[in-house]
């Protein structure tokens, strides 16, 4: 799956680009036909510890799915979305599954 990581006001480093894209290709596994997902991570500038917001945006044919998640950090927000849309892929497939 192509994944593309857009770093909003810092630069990112190879190793979490790497960690973004290995879970994002996890997610093949319950839904097999996404297209490509765009991952926005955010450092938003306040005095709380929970600084770091991730959205991801997976394209599959026909709908897109948006995953919001703020945490201390962008491991643990990228797989809180991550599970989020594990969940939404597995209701779209049980979703078409019932209509054919």
Do not use: W
Not at 38 to 56: G, P, R, Y
């Amino acid at each position: 799956m192509k994944v593309n990581v857009h770093a909003v006001n810092f630069t990112v480093d190879k190793k979490l680009v790497d960690f973004v894209q290995e879970r994002m290709d996890k997610l093949e596994k319950y839904y097999d036909k996404i297209v490509s997902s765009d991952v926005f991570l955010k450092v938003e500038k306040t005095s709380d510890k929970e600084n770091k917001i991730v959205e991801v945006k997976i394209h599959v044919p026909g709908d897109d799915f948006l995953v919001k998640k703020q945490c201390k950090s962008f491991e643990e927000a990228v797989e809180l979305a991550a599970e989020s849309l594990e969940r939404l892929l597995l209701k779209r497939k049980e979703k078409l599954r019932t209509h054919i």
